[in-house]
């Protein structure tokens, strides 16, 4: 049963360009969650989404951050015009319910570097 | 709103030391309480968790018990092991109307052991 899937392990972008980090969640589990890690930091909430909606994206930058979770294929988290303070680790979790006693799957994150 | 303060780091111990890696908390409801282990280039694993006051979670040597008294939840393990040097994470989850399961995360404390 694989786990939760991220993918690149690594993305270098330069400034400005366009940066698209993807999950796939495991198998059986249709609530995702994104974090971002700066360095030497824990990590902070982004967003959580169920298929086809975003439930929760409170801890999402207003601007230049987007994130989706199709019916079909990963979800995806999108990063427009990056900048340097973009650099960090991006992991993504899933649950398979909701409740908060389910612990929540990680997966390897994308480590994202702005030249 | 919630939040998770965890002893800082960095941790440096000799092969079968003690180990404590303190953690309290602060939360509006009834949190469920983790512990997540990172290793380098890694995501981030559950190493155990409690739901409930007075619940022990336990898993590879290590415990940790649910203390709604003193709002705790202090990670232990009597004889610790080279293998152990990671950063260890304290979160707790408290399902919100909209925020489904986000983890709330202590900064982490980076644990070294020596041979």
């Known amino acids: 049963n694989a786990g939760v899937m991220q993918n690149p392990r690594h993305l270098v972008r330069r400034r400005g360009q366009e940066a698209r980090l993807r999950c796939s969640p495991m198998k059986g589990h249709s609530h995702v969650y994104w974090y971002r890690q700066l360095p030497e930091e824990g990590l902070k909430f982004m967003v959580y989404?169920?298929?086809?909606?975003?439930?929760?994206e409170s801890g999402m930058p207003k601007e230049r951050f987007s994130a989706e979770f199709p019916k079909e294929g990963p979800s995806i988290l999108r990063i427009q015009q990056v900048v340097r303070g973009d650099s960090a680790a991006y992991f993504c979790?899933?649950?398979?319910?909701?409740?908060?006693?389910?612990?929540?799957?990680f997966g390897d994150g994308t480590r994202l570097s702005i030249l | 709103g919630n939040s998770v303060t965890q002893m800082e780091g960095p941790v440096t111990l000799s092969e079968e030391a003690f180990l404590t890696i303190n953690c309290t908390y602060t939360?509006?409801?009834?949190?469920?309480l983790f512990w997540y282990v990172q290793y380098p280039g890694e995501g981030l694993q559950l190493l155990l968790k409690?739901?409930?006051?007075?619940d022990k979670g336990s898993n590879k040597g290590f415990e940790a018990t649910y203390r709604k008294e003193t709002t705790s939840f202090h990670l232990e393990k009597g004889s610790v092991q080279v293998s152990d040097s990671a950063v260890y994470f304290c979160?707790?989850?408290?399902?919100?109307?909209?925020?489904?399961?986000?983890?709330?995360f202590g900064e982490g404390t980076q644990l070294t052991v020596n041979p």
């Open positions: 989404l169920q298929k086809e909606n975003i439930i929760d």
């Open positions: 409690a739901t409930k006051a007075d």
């Open positions: 979790a899933s649950s398979r319910e909701p409740a908060s006693n389910q612990p929540q799957h």
């Open positions: 939360a509006t409801g009834y949190p469920s």
């Open positions: 979160a707790l989850s408290d399902q919100g109307e909209t925020s489904g399961s986000r983890l709330t």
